[in-house]
C-alpha cells in the first residue's frame, strides 16, 4: 500500500495565481516525520520543509505555507502568488519511527506555472 | 560549503555489464542512503549507511545490487549483470548523521543509468 498519496499528477496555474499541492499519508507510528521537496527540471531535490507529528502548527515561509492535519493524514503546501520559477516536481515523503531512516515519497506533482 | 555529489552523472551500458555509481556526501555527514527513481515516480529507498556499516539494506532489489562504504565517506553502488528495468536515477543522499532518526535528508543531482 502507498505510505504517501499525491493525487494530483500535474497542475497547471497561470502566474500569481494561488497552489495547493495535496499529500496524504498512511501510518501506525505515532512518531514520524513529513517531508517536502521540490525537483526542478536539473533533477535535484531541493528540501523545502521537515514537520514532526507532535506540531501541527501550520508554517509559512515566503511565499510557501503548509498546512498540517492529523484528524486527515494530510500534509498539504500551498504557493502564494506562483511564479514560473516555482515550476517543477514537489515531492512529499513520510518518514517513520519504527522503520529507520528511509523515506517513503509520494509520486509527485508535477507543477508548471504559465507566464 | 559543498553539496552530495555523484559521478557520473549519466551512465550508458549495455544488458548484462557490470556498473558502479559513486557518491561524495556533504562534509561531516556521517549518514547515506541512495534511493533509484523511475521515470514519472517518486525515488525509492535502497539502502541506507552508518559510517562505514549498512544499516539497513531492505530496498536493495535482489542480489545483483551491492552498495560499499569502506571509509564512511564515498559510497559506490554497484550493480552485476545489468538488466533493462535497472533504467533509472539513482540519487544519494546524506544526513549528518548525529540526531538520531528522521533527520533531513541532502540529496545529490543523481546518476542517470540507461540499460541498453
Known amino acids: 500500500a502507498q505510505k504517501v498519496t499525491q493525487a494530483q499528477t500535474e497542475i497547471s496555474v497561470v502566474e500569481k495565481e494561488d497552489v495547493t499541492l495535496d499529500c496524504v499519508y498512511e501510518?501506525?507510528?505515532?512518531?514520524?516525520?513529513l517531508f517536502w521537496y521540490k525537483q526542478p527540471p536539473s533533477g535535484e531535490l531541493v528540501f523545502l520543509i521537515r514537520?514532526?507529528?507532535?506540531?501541527?502548527q501550520n508554517e509559512i515561509s515566503g511565499r510557501y505555507s503548509w498546512n498540517f492535519q492529523k484528524s486527515t493524514s494530510s500534509f498539504n503546501f500551498t504557493i502564494t502568488a506562483s511564479q514560473v520559477v516555482d515550476s517543477a516536481v514537489y515531492f512529499c515523503?513520510?518518514?517513520?519511527?519504527?522503520?529507520?531512516?528511509?523515506?517513503?515519497f509520494g509520486t509527485g506533482t508535477s507543477l508548471t506555472v504559465i507566464p | 560549503g559543498a553539496g552530495v555529489s555523484q559521478t557520473p552523472s549519466n551512465k550508458v551500458t549495455e544488458k548484462g555489464k557490470y556498473v558502479e555509481l559513486r557518491c561524495d556526501p556533504i562534509?561531516?555527514?556521517?549518514?547515506l542512503y541512495w534511493y533509484r527513481q523511475s521515470l514519472g515516480q517518486g525515488p525509492e529507498f535502497l539502502i541506507y549507511?552508518?559510517?562505514?556499516?549498512?544499516?539497513?539494506d531492505s530496498g536493495l532489489p535482489n542480489d545483483r545490487f551491492f552498495a560499499v562504504r569502506p571509509e564512511g565517506s564515498v559510497s559506490t553502488l554497484k550493480i552485476q549483470r545489468t538488466e533493462r528495468g535497472d533504467s533509472a536515477v539513482y540519487l544519494c543522499?546524506?544526513?549528518?548523521?548525529?540526531?538520531?532518526?528522521?533527520?533531513?535528508?541532502?540529496f545529490g543531482p543523481g546518476t542517470r543509468l540507461l540499460v541498453l
Open positions: 543522499a546524506s544526513s549528518p548523521g548525529l540526531a538520531g532518526l528522521q533527520e533531513t535528508q541532502y
Open positions: 501510518t501506525r507510528d505515532t512518531t514520524y516525520y
Open positions: 514537520r514532526n507529528s507532535f506540531d501541527e
Open positions: 515523503a513520510l518518514s517513520e519511527a519504527h522503520t529507520g531512516n528511509q523515506f517513503y
Open positions: 562534509s561531516g555527514h556521517t549518514a
Open positions: 549507511f552508518q559510517g562505514t556499516g549498512a544499516a539497513d
